[in-house]
């Protein structure tokens, strides 16, 4: 069973961070920009403990080619019944180049979802994963101060 750090909210484990993360299809890379944190959302897959997506020259891409360190963050909230979970992960961002794994990664399901050229493919190796999970939604508190 999963460490309860508060009544409701679940510690995640490394495996079911990296479940979950799977099945979100778009997250959000945060990188530092002149040290300033910056974060934009890509869509993405993972692949035996990395996390891929396409780029096209920019920001992300000069993240990878100076081999930084980024964070990867995915959730999935579902606001009316007041549950979801979130996953965060921390790794060194590198660009694939080599045409045998390119090869090897083609399969990969991220296509760019707008127009633009995101021929480069960013992989980060995932080295520390973290997620929590609200298990038990809390109802809506109603309407305060009205007499009834």
């Known amino acids: 069973m999963a460490a309860m750090i508060d009544e409701g909210l679940e510690l995640l484990s490394e495996d079911e961070c ?23 959302p890509v869509n993405f897959a993972v692949q035996e403990g990395s996390i891929y997506f396409r780029t096209g020259v920019g920001t992300k891409l000069a993240a990878a080619a100076n081999r930084s360190v980024v964070a990867f963050e995915v959730d999935r909230v579902d606001p009316f019944e007041h549950s979801g979970w979130s996953v965060l992960a921390i790794g060194t961002a590198n660009q694939v180049t080599d045409p045998e794994e390119l090869a090897s990664l083609s399969t990969l399901r991220i296509g760019p979802w707008v127009e633009g050229e995101r021929a480069h493919l960013v992989r980060i190796p995932v080295e520390v994963v973290s997620g929590r999970r609200i298990i038990h939604g809390r109802q809506p508190d109603g309407p305060r101060g009205r007499d009834s």
Do not use: C, Y
């Open 18 to 40: 990296l479940q979950l993360m799977a099945t979100a299809g778009v997250g959000r890379i945060g990188v530092t920009i002149g040290a300033l944190p910056a974060i934009f």
